[in-house]
């Protein structure tokens, strides 16, 4: 058991990084407060110390989801050298967002729960949220002529939707195929309109 003179910013630190290992072996349903105390080897009110509520130690948790999605997003990008253009780059970014949700489900489910980020707990929103206007951005340049919130926010749905379906089974079973690359190219033909041939 840990003492009450360890410094905070350690056992934050250390509850976070349980929660996170956790979710990656777990689930996101596994993140009780008890739990995360019982494997950071701490008593189970000690995260109250940290995390007033629940809802802030999830949240801080999905941050670090967000973190490393944004990283991911931004090497997706970074890896097109400068010279893909705005399509590529929305086809890149939609392979980097079907592969983390596909590789961190518990983490993944965790993010998106309506409760964390309507809350704005920890700033939640201000890591994911940027997430988002980059891809806005992206798909501004490929379609001048659109809304292009509007745009990203359809493309969005349509990746969530594959991402969540592709997780639990579904899709594969519709599709009579365990390749969701054509999903990712439909998408973006139905949002971006047709690319050059394939």
Partial sequence: MTTPEEPEPGLRARLVEVGVDLVAAEGAQALTLREIARRAG?????PRRHFPTHLELLSAIARRGFDALGERAREALAAGGGTAGPREQVAALGRAYLDYAFGNRGMYELMFRHDLLSSGHLGLRD???PLFGMLV?????ARPDADARAVAG??????HGIAQLWC?????LATGSE???PLLRTVLDAH???GSAR
């Fill in 127 to 129: 890591t994911s949220l």
């Fill in 179 to 181: 390749d969701h690359t």
């Fill in 137 to 141: 951005d992206l798909v501004g340049r």
């Fill in 168 to 172: 639990w089974g579904s899709l594969q």
């Fill in 154 to 159: 359809a493309l969005w749905a349509n990746l």
């Fill in 42 to 46: 701490v008593s189970h009110g000690a």
């Fill in 192 to 194: 971006l309109g047709p």
